[in-house]
C-alpha cells in the first residue's frame, strides 16, 4: 500500500459545480496533514493546512478523519482558475521532516 | 513571491558535465529541502537540511550532492548524471519547531523549480 494515495484524476465538472477529493494515509502515527496546489509546470503551493476539526477557508473546506485515515478538499462553486493539480502532503511521524506527497488529483473546471 | 529562488530555471547537460542547482530562502526559516518531481510520479525527497545539518538522504545515488553552507542557501551539485536523472528539482523551507505534535510541522514553501536535461 502506498504512504499516501490519490485519485489521479482528472476530476471534469462545470464551473459551479462541488467537487471533493479524498487521499488515504497508511501510517497511523501521522502528524500533519496539507493540500497544496499545483499549476502545470509551477511548483507546489499551499492551498491550506488539515486540522484536526475541520477548517473552511472561502470555497475550500479540509477535514481529517484519523479512524479512518484520509483526509478530504471540498471545493464549492468551482471556477475556471481553480484548473490545477491538488497534491496531499502528509508529515509522517513527530521528530522527522518526512513530507510525504502524494501523485495529485487534476482538476478540469469546464465552462 | 513565495521567498524561495532557484537557479537556474532550466539546465540542459551531457552526462560527463559538473553542474550546481542554488536555492536561496528569504524567510528565516531553519530546514530546508530538495525534492525531484518526475513525470507523473510524487514528489520525492531528496535531501534535508535543518540548521544547516543534514538530517535526511533519502537513498540518493552518489551523483547528487548537497551544500548547506548556511540557513539560508542550499546547493545540489551534480555530476556524471544519467538521462533518468532528467527532471524539475524543486528546494523547500520550512520553519521547524522541533517538538511534538501538529502544531511543531509548519507548511513548505517552495522554490520555482530548475527543470534539468540530461542528454
Known amino acids: 500500500r502506498k504512504e499516501v494515495e490519490q485519485d489521479p484524476g482528472p476530476f471534469n465538472v462545470p464551473e459551479g459545480a462541488t467537487v471533493a477529493f479524498n487521499c488515504t494515509y497508511s501510517n497511523s502515527a501521522s502528524q500533519s496533514f496539507f493540500w497544496y496546489r499545483q499549476d502545470c509546470r509551477k511548483e507546489p503551493k499551499l492551498l491550506m493546512s488539515v486540522y484536526s476539526s475541520g477548517n473552511e477557508d472561502g470555497r475550500f473546506t479540509a477535514q481529517l478523519n484519523r479512524a479512518s485515515q484520509y483526509i478530504s478538499l471540498l471545493i464549492r462553486d468551482s471556477k475556471l482558475s481553480d484548473s490545477a493539480t491538488y497534491l496531499c502532503v502528509v508529515n509522517m511521524a513527530s521528530g522527522t521532516y518526512k513530507y510525504i506527497f502524494g501523485t495529485g488529483t487534476r482538476l478540469k473546471v469546464l465552462a | ?119
Not at chain 2, 518531481?37 to 540548521?51: G, I, R, T
Not at chain 2, 533519502?58 to 551523483?63: C, F, K, L, T
Open chain 2, 1 to 119: 513571491e513565495t521567498g524561495v529562488t532557484q537557479t537556474p530555471r532550466h539546465l540542459v547537460m551531457g552526462m560527463t558535465n559538473k553542474k550546481s542547482l542554488k536555492c536561496e530562502q528569504h524567510l528565516g526559516h531553519n530546514a530546508m529541502y530538495w525534492y525531484k518531481q518526475s513525470a507523473k510520479k510524487p514528489l520525492e525527497l531528496m535531501f534535508v537540511y535543518s540548521l544547516e545539518e543534514r538530517v535526511e538522504n533519502n537513498s540518493v545515488p552518489s551523483r547528487f550532492s548537497p551544500e548547506c553552507p548556511n540557513s539560508s542557501h542550499l546547493f545540489l551539485h551534480l555530476h556524471t548524471l544519467q538521462p533518468e536523472d532528467s527532471a524539475l528539482y524543486l528546494c523547500a523551507s520550512s520553519q521547524e519547531g522541533g517538538g511534538v505534535g501538529p502544531s511543531s510541522y509548519n507548511e513548505q514553501f517552495f522554490g520555482p523549480g530548475t527543470r534539468l536535461t540530461v542528454l
